[in-house]
């Protein structure tokens, strides 16, 4: 039984997303193309889930026009790949069918970060516990790997500098299952977290970062688990690719992150809606702002959406990132831009943007929110580098060829 939301469109709807008659609607559902599902007990109304919709809608482009249809498929079109880890629609962002917003509030990241890998619970209950923190976390950290290294970089680019070191001393990396690569997971978050604290792990991420930022713990670990994993995002799907190759888990990390730090993925989005609410705190208030970056370019960073066929109307994380920013100084300020913002380019915000605000919010040393990012995602990608050892595919697109340039 289907919750009502916009997740679900009604026959009419349905049959208007679709460009068709309800008559030929209902044919679809009795040939088995797309499932009718009931919006609530006792309600004879239908609802059709809108990705059902949109899937059908594209393979019926690709029967008229081939050539469009796959180019479509490598942005933001039909599934291409299967995932158990995550899902993300208008309605909730869910880890192996759990709310990430109710994991995030009573599991640390480690026990978040397991489950995505492994999907293991423990108990018989509705739902299951997630299952306690691994002994693993509390290996030891190598403090001296990549002591040599210039200090100017950023602890990603020093964990990227490192990983094929923490390959050669592995005799595990060449495994190609979760329970022989987990040791291997876990030393690589340990690794990062020491680049990002500046010392070793001390019971957990979050309070280890948390005590060399001075910060509150509990909210670096509700941010890590909100941002750890968004399906096939840029990052993760070229770590899948990698793993397809037979590559190692090392060099999927390695490929993943160097894909995270693009100008056109997550940090740069980052950077960029962290630089307009700066200038929004230098005024003091929005509206001059959001006005000045209309004018200028157009859109307003961390509200402009150019991934309206994955979710078209609001990011359900980011409605959890803000409450978890509740209590903050710079509060009012920032619940005052999401109204004007938002009214003024009837866009709504998006997780880029919340992740940049939490900076500020929370208090955070400058770069501080890339690091837990890139830890966040870490622990995605690495979920899906093991479900993807575990096919036999291999990640190959084909390319459709227009000719040469002379």
Partial sequence: MAEASSDYLDAAAAAAFLGVTKATLYAYVSRGMIASIALAAGDRRKGYRRSDLLALRHRTTFRKDPDTAATEVIEFGTPILTTSISQITEAD?????????ELAGRY???????????????????????????????????????????????????????????????????????AVLMPAAVRILLQL?????????????????????????????????????????IATYTARCVASAGATLYQAVLGGLAALQGYKHLYGQVAEARGFFAEVVAEGRAAPVVRRYLRLRGVVPGFHNPYRRLYAGHDPRVATLVELLAGSALYPLLKETLSVAEAATGEHPRVDFALAVAEPLLGL???????????????????????????????RPRARYVGGSG
């Fill in 193 to 233: 977290t020491y680049f990002s604290a500046g010392r070793p792990y001390t019971g957990s991420l979050a309070t280890t970062l948390a005590s060399a930022w001075g910060v509150d713990a509990s909210k670096l670990d509700a941010l890590l688990v909100m941002v750890a994993d968004h399906e096939l995002n």
């Fill in 365 to 395: 040393p400058e770069d501080a929110i890339f690091s837990l990012i890139a830890l966040g995602r870490t622990a995605g990608m690495i979920a899906h580098v093991f479900e993807q050892y575990g096919s036999d595919r291999v990640i």
């Fill in 93 to 101: 962002h869910s880890y192996r069918d759990r709310s990430s917003s």
């Fill in 108 to 178: 640390a990241f480690e026990q978040v970060a397991q489950f995505l890998w492994t999907g293991e619970v423990e108990g018989t209950g509705s739902p299951p516990d997630l299952l306690p923190q691994s002994e693993l976390w509390g290996q030891p950290t190598d403090t001296r790997l990549g002591s040599g290294l210039p200090a100017d970089l950023t602890p990603v680019e020093r964990l990227q500098a490192v990983l094929p070191l923490m390959e050669r001393r592995d005799l595990h990396a060449y495994g190609a299952k979760a």
